[in-house]
């Protein structure tokens, strides 16, 4: 393993780095959450990466998104990701798709050749097709709730889906699941109300606001023509996110837990 790695190599041992420079993960959707999913990723040593995202880099994606620079604006989130990865680890395969995954793209992916799928997209027919496409494939699967709206890193949580509470997409994931038999989905979900998001240029009241179902991010997405409140966001809450994902699917993959 390369000196890149040793430290790394110091948690995980050997064995389990070459489990993780063998491994081929696919992250759906490289924005705030799915972004620091990559980076992670990357630089724990992960052989190959599929990324899969239609969208490109806006100014409005600087604040919390890893791949959103001044020098990657209007370029596509995947292939500022896959640059990204090749300069962390050029000894990486990196596989970038130009595509939103919905159901009418799912046909276009071979969930067979994975050894992880990280669901970081936002819309709920998106997140339902990705879960039965991986567990009818045997891979596994973490999918993130939602992370907009929300001011503490801490209150993120990793679950089963039909142990979660208070984050509005969470609820919907539930419910839709159970109507298709699936018995279980690990996921990373929220605790935290989330916030009404202020008018640009407003002034805030900070505590006390009130949380509101129309930023509920299951209504709608990238890709999706359901019409919904674009949620706030920050620097600190997604990554997390991100992170704690990335995490588990390490950690799985290096045979450090189960």
Request: hydrophobic content about 40%.
């Amino acid at each position: 393993m390369s000196e890149q790695f040793i430290r790394t190599e110091m948690i995980f041992g050997s064995e389990g780095m070459e489990r993780l420079h063998r491994a081929r993960v696919a992250v759906f959707g490289v924005g705030g959450v799915g972004g620091h999913v990559v980076e992670a990723l990357a630089r724990s040593g992960i052989g190959t990466l599929d990324l899969i995202d239609n969208d490109t880099v806006c100014l409005s994606n600087i604040n919390r998104q890893i791949v959103a620079t001044h020098r990657t604006l209007g370029q596509y989130k995947v292939d500022a990701a896959a640059e990204r990865v090749k300069e962390i680890n050029p000894d990486a395969v990196v596989n970038a798709y130009r595509t939103f995954y919905l159901p009418e793209t799912a046909d276009q992916f071979d969930f067979t050749q994975y050894d992880y799928v990280v669901d970081a997209i936002d819309t709920v027919s998106g997140k339902l097709m990705l879960v039965e496409q991986a567990q009818a494939a045997g891979v596994p699967i973490i999918s993130s709730m939602g992370a907009g709206n929300k001011v503490d890193p801490t209150a993120f949580e990793v679950a089963d889906i039909y142990e979660t509470s208070v984050c509005p997409l969470a609820r919907v994931m539930r419910r839709e699941l159970k109507k298709r038999g699936i018995k279980k989905l690990k996921v990373v979900y929220s605790r935290e109300e989330a916030l009404t998001p202020l008018p640009v240029g407003a002034e805030t009241g900070m505590p006390g606001r009130e949380s509101s179902e129309s930023a509920d991010p299951s209504l709608g997405g990238a890709g999706s023509s359901s019409k919904r409140q674009t949620p706030g966001s920050n620097a600190f809450v997604p990554s997390v996110a991100g992170l704690i994902i990335a995490g588990e699917v390490i950690k799985e993959l290096a045979g450090f837990i189960r």
